[in-house]
């Protein structure tokens, strides 16, 4: 077994822990393994040892690697997502390689994302970034703007509306994460309620997946515990 299966599973045990002390059926919790940085080498160990699903966050590197793999036919059922700030000028990358966007926070991204997807793939996954930590440093919009966005984004032809992703204060105030935590959990309640496709909440990282679960995330965004510490040379 490699290193990266090992801290596959290390990962999943997290997460079926997590969910039994909370009442919830793992089964409902996907993992979503962070491979931005990662060569292709640590992707494809990571497939190897199940995982279909991989997050990115830089849309030109993250364009190579999905090249590559396609070129070799490769990891062929790979369910990309991508989780960073996108800028506007490379939207039509995103838009054509990725099967998920979930960092999606302005207006003019959600009319480029629906222009730019070619016709003959699926429409795109879409969450809503909330910035639910109110710092100046994140990505996300704000609470008041969620359901604006989210109906342009149901209107859109070539887009489907399916949750909401925050990345909560990197805090240990357990007080202040919960806190956070439980108002995105209220914010995706509220609107599945309005829009049936909706069923993701995407929230929780390596260090906060455990209080995630707690207040309900269905997908946790897991990079350091599967691939080590983030290569930024």
């Not at 202040?176 to 309005?194: C, H, I, N, P, Y």
Request: hydrophobic share 40%; with cysteine.
């Amino acid at each position: 077994m490699s290193q990266i299966a090992q801290h596959l599973l290390q990962v999943k045990e997290r997460i079926v822990e997590a969910a039994r002390r909370v009442g919830r059926s793992p089964d409902h919790i996907q993992l979503l393994a962070v491979s931005k940085t990662k060569p292709l080498g640590d992707i494809q160990a990571a497939y190897a040892a199940g995982q279909r699903r991989f997050g990115e966050s830089y849309a030109q590197e993250a364009a190579l690697k999905i090249d590559a793999l396609r070129e070799q036919n490769a990891c062929t059922d790979i369910e990309w997502h991508f989780i960073g700030p996108l800028q506007s000028n490379k939207s039509k990358l995103v838009a054509e390689r990725f099967d998920w966007v979930q960092s999606v926070d302005r207006d003019k991204l959600i009319e480029r994302l629906n222009n730019q997807r070619p016709s003959g793939l699926a429409p795109l996954n879409i969450c809503l970034q909330i910035n639910i930590s109110g710092e100046s440093s994140k990505s996300g919009t704000s609470e008041q703007e969620i359901f604006r966005l989210a109906s342009l984004v149901a209107q859109s032809e070539r887009l489907r509306l399916r949750g909401l992703m925050a990345i909560p204060e990197h805090t240990r105030d357990e007080g202040v994460l919960a806190a956070q935590m439980a108002r995105m959990q209220a914010l995706f309640t509220e609107l599945a309620q309005q829009y049936p496709s909706i069923d993701t909440l995407s929230m929780g990282m390596t260090e906060d997946l455990e209080p995630a679960i707690a207040h309900g995330s269905t997908m946790v965004r897991v990079g350091t515990a599967i691939f080590g510490a983030r290569d930024y040379s």
